[in-house]
C-alpha cells in the first residue's frame, strides 16, 4: 500500500501540473488568435488585455492531495521501527 500511495501521490501531482500548464497555454493562445485577427474578414487587428486568471481550487486541491499521499507512502522513523528490536523476553524461572 505504501508504494501504491507513492505512485498515486506523484500522478495527482504531475497532473496537476499539467493541467494548470494547459490552462495558461489556452488563455495565452485565445488572446494571440484575437490579437492577430484571424477570426475577422476585414483585417483589423484587436488589441486585447490578458489576464493572467489564477488557476482553479481543483489543482491546488489535486496537488495537495497528491503531496498527502506521497508523504503517507513513506513508512514511520527509522527510530520507531527499530526500539523494540533488541527486547528479549526472560524466562519464566528467571529471578
Known sequence: M???NKILGVVLMVASVFISTLERMSI??????????????????????????????????????GFVLLVAGFPGTYKNKNKNRH??????NYQ
Open 87 to 92: 527486547q528479549y523476553e526472560r524466562p519464566e
Open 28 to 65: 495565452r493562445l485565445s488572446a494571440a488568435l484575437v490579437e492577430s485577427g484571424s477570426g475577422s474578414e476585414q483585417g483589423l487587428r484587436e488589441v486585447t488585455q490578458t489576464v493572467d486568471v489564477p488557476t482553479g481550487l481543483l489543482v491546488y486541491f489535486m496537488f495537495f492531495v
Open 2 to 4: 505504501n508504494q501504491m
